[in-house]
């Protein structure tokens, strides 16, 4: 039964630490992702939620603690068996970081050309296919400075399942999108986990979008994991920190004023 | 003062630790070369925009610093009643001087700085950081080609920037001024050893382009990832190439025409 | 991958016209356009001072230049400077009991080997040794010879 249970968490975060110079970013955070489902984590700008996803990566090291995704310490194994690990995860970046030179099927097409020895003409089909999901198998032909920001998302999309990988990391997914490629890319989100049985990362501060697909919600600020459950659990618990992210009040526990010493000694020191 | 010798101590540290992390990442750099070497279409894409495009240029210094160089010369030889050594003169300075070390600055401010904006770029973009998530190493994908393409340029550059430059020296010496043909080759023949003279200027070269593509490939993998980062780590890579190839150029003349 | 044919033909192009350039640089521009050992004969001459002369000096008959000097040593029995120069097959017609100077061009410039034409029927072949030389004027020995007989006048 134990067994079963640690089996069912793909990556388990463990105690970690991260400052960046002086600053310390995170002070001691546990998380569970779970298989097959979708994890959102969530908190206001600048709290190093984009940080966290490049530490499971394996792209930044934690001053303490640890990161372990499917069974292995991600800072611990070795270079390579951390370059095989990665061919099974897919991460989307806010920018999208298409390879700019090279058209959108080469974009697509690249992860495979890099790790397998298919015939181009497999390839082809294979990219044909994840542009197909994305609904953008007409815009192959097109340079990525030629696509809109939600496109490109798509296409980064398409490029992060070639591999079929194990799990995707979101990186502020919602971030500038209009309503409509906001919802194009929601939809996107839940159905490829569940048609490919991913395991979906969604870091985002958009409330509504992200509740709307995660099956499982952490809130994080300061450093630390303030608040975690389904997005119900979430909505109906009693932590004020929760009731003022949820549903983005100016002033409560995060404070609207950034720190500074009084208002009324500041004015008349001068 | 004890704040004047922190501030001293703090800058020395933060050259030296630049320094450090240059030498790690030169080693990364040998370490990817095998993969390149595997597939060297990746070098072929390389060579064509570092060195093909820097083609021209050169082709054009190099004539215009071969003519300068004659014009200047013959004013100069035709005191002592010398001008038939005006080949010599003109070929013995393209090759074992200007012809390394003008084509090297010429290609730091060419191929040099193209290539620290374009990785700067690909850093801010996050290019590099989605390659490595892709389980693509970025040093050997991007930079590792990108080194042994100017590696492999910058000599092939400086040869041409000579063997342009000394048929430049002809068309004025030999067309304009009326210098005996047969003078300007024979004395050059005489004259020019190419133990000494040819081959130490092509090593000249070869560390050049070393020491330039490494710097630029460096300088645009460490940029900070901004707009401003990008354009004062191009700036860098192009003083610190022009200070390394002129340092580099006293020392290895020293050390190869010292004891003549 | 992504180079296409045009790219890789340019590229070769590129490396081609390196080569080119390199080939330019040996053969017209430096001394490998010389004179080639396979070409040539080797004789040897012994001089009691050779002065400033260096392998790769000239060596000219009638101010033509026919070869070059390939190597400098020292006989330690009879305290001469052996040259050894190789000369063009193409002058292989030289009488034997020529004989052989180190002269300097101009004023201040270098030394090279200026050959004499005897009048013996035979000719200089592989291995030949030229019996009469003489040797560089050396400045110094020059003026004190100068001085000396001064002295011995007065």
């Known amino acids: 039964m134990n067994e079963l249970i640690e089996d069912s968490i793909l990556i388990k975060v463990r105690d970690v630490h991260f400052s960046r110079g002086s600053?310390?970013?995170?002070?001691?955070?546990?998380?569970?992702?779970?298989?097959?489902?979708?994890?959102?984590?969530?908190?206001?700008?600048?709290?190093?939620?984009?940080t966290l996803l490049k530490i499971i990566g394996g792209q930044l090291r934690p001053s303490q603690g640890s990161v372990e995704v499917d069974g292995s310490n991600i800072h611990a194994i070795r270079h390579k068996e951390l370059y095989q690990l990665r061919k099974k995860m897919g991460m989307l970046f806010q920018s999208g970081a298409l390879l700019t030179d090279i058209t959108v099927f080469d974009n697509v097409a690249f992860p495979l050309r890099e790790h397998t020895n298919l015939p181009e003409s497999m390839i082809r089909s294979l990219v044909l296919m994840k542009l197909q999901a994305v609904g953008l198998r007409g815009a192959f032909n097109l340079m990525p400075s030629e696509l809109s920001g939600g496109m490109a998302r798509r296409v980064a999309l398409a490029r992060a399942i070639s591999l079929d990988p194990m799990m995707i990391m979101y990186d502020e997914p919602f971030t500038g999108q209009d309503p409509i490629s906001m919802g194009v890319l929601v939809q996107l989100i839940r159905l490829l986990n569940d048609a490919l049985s991913l395991t979906s990362i969604v870091v985002s501060h958009d409330v509504r979008e992200t509740c709307a697909i995660a099956d499982f919600v952490y809130l994080v600020s300061d450093g630390k994991v303030v608040g975690s459950g389904t997005p119900e659990e979430l909505a109906e618990s009693d932590s004020e920190w929760a009731q003022?992210?949820?549903?983005?009040?100016?002033?409560?526990?995060?404070?609207?004023?950034?720190?500074?010493?009084?208002?009324?000694?500041?004015?008349?020191?001068? | 003062m004890l704040n004047y010798f922190q501030r001293l101590g703090a800058s020395t540290l933060s050259v030296l630790e630049r320094l450090g992390r240059a030498s790690i990442f030169f080693a990364n750099i040998l370490?990817?070369?095998?993969?390149?070497?595997?597939?060297?279409r990746l070098l072929f894409s390389q060579m064509y925009s570092v060195g093909v495009l820097?083609?021209?240029?050169?082709?054009?210094?190099?004539?215009?610093?071969?003519?300068?160089?004659?014009?200047?010369?013959?004013?100069?030889?035709?005191?002592?009643?010398a001008e038939g050594m005006l080949g010599v003169m003109v070929a013995a300075s393209l090759v074992r001087e200007l012809g390394p070390v003008v084509a090297a600055l010429l290609f730091a401010g060419r191929a040099g700085s193209a290539l620290t904006a374009?990785?700067?770029?690909?850093?801010?973009?996050?290019?590099?950081?989605?390659?490595?998530?892709?389980?693509?190493?970025?040093?050997?994908?991007?930079?590792?080609?990108?080194?042994?393409?100017?590696?492999?340029?910058?000599?092939?550059?400086?040869?041409?920037?000579?063997?342009?430059?000394?048929?430049?020296?002809?068309?004025?010496?030999?067309?304009?001024l009326g210098i005996d043909e047969g003078g300007y080759w024979s004395q050059m023949q005489a004259k020019i050893d190419f133990n000494i003279d040819i081959i130490n200027g092509l090593i000249k070269s070869v560390v050049f382009g070393w020491v330039v593509t490494w710097i630029a490939v460096f300088e645009g993998h460490d940029a900070i990832p901004t707009s401003d980062g990008v354009s004062r780590a191009t700036t860098r890579t192009v003083v610190h190439s022009a200070f390394a190839i002129l340092a580099l150029d006293f020392i290895l003349t020293a050390l190869m025409f010292g004891d003549i | 991958m992504y180079v296409s044919r045009s790219i890789e033909i340019i590229v070769g192009l590129f490396?081609?016209?390196?080569?080119?350039?390199?080939?330019?640089?040996?053969?017209?521009?430096?001394?490998?356009?010389?004179?080639?050992?396979?070409?040539?004969?080797?004789?040897?001459?012994?001089?009691?001072?050779?002065?400033?002369?260096?392998?790769?000096?000239?060596?000219?008959?009638?101010?033509?230049?026919?070869g070059r000097v390939t190597g400098i040593d020292f006989d330690s029995e009879s305290f001469e400077a052996i040259v050894t120069m190789s000369i063009d097959s193409k002058f292989n017609e030289l009488p034997s009991d020529s004989s052989a100077s180190i002269l300097t061009a101009g004023l201040l410039g270098e030394q090279y080997i200026g050959l004499e034409a005897g009048g013996e029927e035979e000719f200089l072949v592989e291995g030949s040794k030229l019996e009469l030389t003489q040797s560089a004027l050396v400045l110094e020995q020059i003026i004190g010879q100068f001085l000396f007989s001064k002295d011995g006048a007065d």
């Open chain 1, 244 to 270: 003022q992210f949820l549903l983005g009040m100016p002033d409560g526990p995060v404070p609207f004023h950034y720190s500074a010493k009084p208002y009324v000694q500041d004015l008349i020191e001068h």
């Open chain 2, 31 to 40: 370490l990817s070369i095998p993969s390149v070497l595997i597939r060297p």
């Open chain 3, 15 to 66: 490396v081609a016209i390196g080569f080119l350039a390199m080939f330019f640089l040996t053969m017209q521009v430096s001394n490998l356009s010389g004179f080639n050992k396979e070409t040539g004969y080797d004789i040897k001459a012994g001089f009691e001072n050779i002065g400033s002369l260096k392998v790769m000096a000239p060596v000219s008959i009638a101010g033509v230049k026919i």
């Open chain 1, 23 to 50: 600053k310390l970013i995170f002070d001691g955070v546990d998380m569970d992702i779970q298989r097959g489902k979708v994890t959102a984590i969530m908190g206001p700008s600048g709290t190093g939620k984009t």
């Open chain 2, 54 to 81: 820097s083609f021209s240029l050169i082709v054009i210094s190099g004539l215009f610093v071969g003519m300068v160089l004659a014009l200047q010369g013959f004013y100069t030889l035709s005191d002592f009643g």
């Open chain 2, 118 to 176: 374009e990785i700067g770029l690909m850093k801010a973009t996050e290019q590099l950081s989605g390659m490595e998530m892709m389980a693509v190493d970025p040093v050997a994908r991007i930079v590792a080609p990108r080194f042994l393409a100017g590696l492999i340029s910058m000599p092939i550059l400086a040869t041409i920037f000579s063997a342009v430059g000394i048929m430049g020296g002809y068309f004025i010496g030999v067309g304009l």
